[in-house]
């Protein structure tokens, strides 16, 4: 039996101001998706903001661009889709999906 749920996208909430939409156009695309999953199970449990107090950030604050609670999301997120090498993180900052996660 066929469902008769046609979708030309799907909407995405709680990005603050950003909209976040899945089309399937072909348009600006992730094979990181899942990421979103992490994300809102990060926002109900707050895992990065919990491993990230495990740190204590003895950085230079004039000289900081980056928040430890930052560098952690972006570390974990990295392993939790298979990128556990840190060299992907320069290539990954453009996408689209990820971008969100800061």
């Known amino acids: 039996m066929q469902t ?4 030309e996208q799907l909407e995405f909430e709680g990005f603050d101001a950003r909209k976040v939409v899945a089309g399937f156009d072909g348009g600006a695309i992730t094979s990181d998706a899942g990421a ?4 809102h199970a990060d926002g109900a449990i707050g895992l ?18 980056h928040s430890v ?3 952690v999301g972006q570390r974990i997120s ?4 298979g990128y556990e090498d840190v060299d ?15």
Not at 36 to 39: F, N, Y
Not at 88 to 102: E, G, I, M, N, Q
């Open 88 to 102: 992907d993180h320069d290539t990954l900052r453009h996408d689209p999906v990820l971008a969100l996660l800061s």
């Open 4 to 7: 008769h749920c046609i979708s």
């Open 78 to 81: 990295a392993i939790a889709l």
């Open 69 to 71: 609670q930052t560098l």
């Open 36 to 39: 979103l999953l992490l994300r």
């Open 48 to 65: 990065f903001d919990r491993v990230a107090a495990c740190f204590i950030d003895n950085r230079d604050p004039d000289c900081t661009v």
